[in-house]
């Protein structure tokens, strides 16, 4: 398998919407063209490296975990900053892109007689200014980014869709920063996508518990610009309350409905559980093989919490800070259920959507461990 590069990806498609999503590519790439580059930085070596490894992370994966892909053996992809941007590019054109288009002018036209007289200019403007936002964010993060599961997310045969990536540049950078041994390093992070790869496509019901949770969320968006009016007043309470209005949501949770928020939370809480479970395990499959995972782990646990200044707005008003403290939670309730019932106890998880934990019981799992098991002893 061959390195894909932005220039080898063809362009998501440039049609009117609510995010000029060319747009997006271009303001990323000149984010990504300020990043130093690796020296020496060998693509084609590492593609090499990862096809091996992935391939040897299914099987550590399955052994520990029971965990078996039935959608065959995983593809390893490795990419350079502006192709992981392309590929998220396209994945939210699939995911979103539909949802996005409630809110655009020539839709809330209809209710605003201004919006309707200038809703041509409106519309270009908007998309372009999205489209800028949504590119400096994915620039930036393509900096940081080591790999990721592209989860399928039609049914159609996309040749980019459910794909393992890692992102090259920063791997050697990381490698090369901390002295880490590359093979060990490589394999590590190859066992916690391959995680998440075997959670959407080993457990049947995974992937459209999670996509029907996304669709969920999106539909129920409200593009009513009264919504934003009162997120500022939120805003304002949260802060004069001394709290902290970013820390759990982001910016969405400034314009959800409390129905909505109840959605975000769901989704949150299987987040919690699905990273929590791919940090355990890539210790636990890898423990034999892998050394210096300790060491990994708490590398990045650091890197995680040193962001600062306006970088750290950022991560809270995207939500990613919410996603860090994610790993960290999902750790957590793993440990107390395991010390409860063993691995045993934690796999009825995986029986179906409503033996998942909520929010509330991924922050205190002895509810969900008292809920499960008067679960399993009306059962038996």
């Not at 054109?93 to 809110?103: C, D, I, M, S």
């Not at 200038?118 to 372009?128: F, T, W």
């Not at 809480?269 to 791919?278: C, K, N, R, V």
Request: charged share 20%; aromatic share 6%; hydrophobic share 40%.
């Amino acid at each position: 398998m061959t390195q894909t590069t932005d220039t080898q990806a063809a362009s998501p498609t440039t049609a009117p919407g609510a995010i000029s999503w060319d747009v997006a590519e271009r303001v990323a790439g000149w984010v990504t063209s300020r990043s130093a580059m690796p020296t020496p930085y060998r693509p084609d070596l590492l593609q090499q490296d990862f096809e091996e490894l992935t391939a040897q992370a299914e099987e550590l994966v399955a052994s520990s975990t029971g965990l078996r892909s039935a959608s065959g053996p995983a593809r390893a992809r490795v990419t350079d900053r502006n192709g992981w941007v392309h590929a998220n590019v396209a994945s939210f054109q699939r995911l979103v892109g539909p949802h996005l288009e409630r809110f655009t002018p020539p839709r809330l036209a209809a209710t605003n007689p201004v919006i309707e007289r200038l809703a041509g200019p409106l519309a270009a403007a908007g998309r372009v200014a999205t489209g800028s936002q949504l590119g400096a964010v994915l620039g930036w993060l393509s900096t940081r980014v080591l790999g990721q599961y592209d989860l399928l997310l039609t049914e159609e045969a996309i040749e980019d869709q459910d794909i393992v990536y890692f992102v090259g540049p920063n791997i050697v950078m990381l490698e090369q920063r901390y002295g880490f041994e590359p093979r060990e390093f490589r394999l590590w992070l190859a066992l916690h996508e391959v995680t998440h790869r075997c959670q959407f496509t080993a457990i049947p019901w995974m992937r459209d518990h999670f996509l029907s949770l996304v669709e969920e969320g999106l539909g129920s968006l409200d593009p009513d610009p009264t919504r934003f009016a009162e997120a500022l007043r939120r805003l304002t309470e949260e802060i004069r309350a001394g709290r902290n209005p970013l820390r759990d949501n982001g910016a969405l949770g400034l314009v959800a409905t409390p129905e909505q928020l109840e959605g975000l939370h769901r989704i949150q809480a299987l987040m919690s559980l699905l990273e929590g479970h791919g940090d355990v395990t890539m210790d636990r499959a890898g423990a034999a093989a892998i050394p210096s995972a300790a060491r990994f782990s708490e590398v990045l646990r650091q890197r995680r919490n040193q962001t600062k200044g306006p970088a750290k707005l950022l991560l809270q008003l995207i939500g990613m800070e919410s996603k860090f403290r994610q790993y960290e939670e999902g750790e957590r309730f793993i440990a107390a259920v395991e010390e409860s019932g063993g691995p045993q106890l934690l796999g009825h998880a995986w029986r179906g959507p409503e033996w998942l934990p909520s929010l509330t019981e991924i922050r205190d799992p002895s509810v969900w461990i008292s809920r499960v098991g008067g679960t399993l002893s009306l059962s038996t």
